[in-house]
């Protein structure tokens, strides 16, 4: 199984930060945020992963590499300076992933355990949700059991880190298209598993909330 790091946003919110600099690019404790997701999926047994970029792309192209420093390969989906959003960004790297892959935005500070092997016992997607955030108190979807629905009253918020069945996007046109869209439609036709994961998870989207998890 592949790994998909979704890196491609313009990082509106980390303004002035993001300026410069690609929000993955910055920097936490000493490393760029997106380096935490590499050395975590490496230590999880990932051996490759796919990364798509475009406000700035080059530069992280340019910090990272092939992957040859952390033992990991590295491949780029470049969207030039058109990003697709999320759902947009992993069908035009389809090509250049597995039957079943995990996507994980690069933006996360959190202490899941990402399996490489995950089985989605014939779902089209496993989410990982999470209790809601000051930021997003009303939470994004439902989960009844292993069953992530729409209809529940008590939401819980997407932690951005996802397992997904190439078949999730198959007959979806190219162009910017939306994850949750994308989720939702599959949602209604129980096509979408997922689980409560209640441990350390942080959205890294603004300043303060990068300055408050570095000062953690």
């Known amino acids: 199984m592949k790994a998909m790091i979704l890196a491609a946003g313009r990082g509106e919110r980390m303004m002035p930060l993001t300026k410069d600099c690609p929000k993955p690019l910055l920097m936490l404790r000493k490393k760029p945020l997106i380096v935490w997701q590499i050395e975590r999926l490496v230590s999880a047994g990932f051996k490759e992963i796919v990364i798509n970029i475009a406000y700035l792309g080059e530069m ?8 040859a420093k952390w033992g990991v390969k590295i491949s780029y989906s470049d969207e030039q300076e058109n990003a697709l959003e999320s759902a ?10 597995t039957e079943k892959f995990m996507v994980i935005n690069s933006d996360l500070w959190c202490d899941y355990g990402f399996v490489n092997d995950f089985d989605l016992k014939g779902k089209m997607a496993h989410l990982i949700m999470v209790p809601n955030p000051e930021h997003n108190k009303q939470g994004d979807f439902g989960l009844i059991g292993n069953d992530i629905t729409l209809s529940c009253s008590e939401r819980y918020t997407f932690s951005g880190i996802g397992y997904y069945s190439k078949e999730l ?4 046109e190219p162009g910017r298209r939306k994850l949750g869209d994308v989720l939702r439609e599959a949602i209604k036709n129980g096509f979408v598993s997922g689980e409560l994961y209640e441990g350390i998870w942080r959205d890294v989207g603004t300043p303060e909330r990068l300055k408050e998890i570095a000062s953690i």
Do not use: P, R, T
Not at 60 to 67: A, S, V, Y
């Open 88 to 97: 947009g960004g992993i069908i035009k790297a389809l090509d250049l992933l």
């Open 60 to 67: 992280i192209q340019e910090e990272l590499g092939d992957g």
């Open 169 to 172: 996007f198959f007959g979806l």
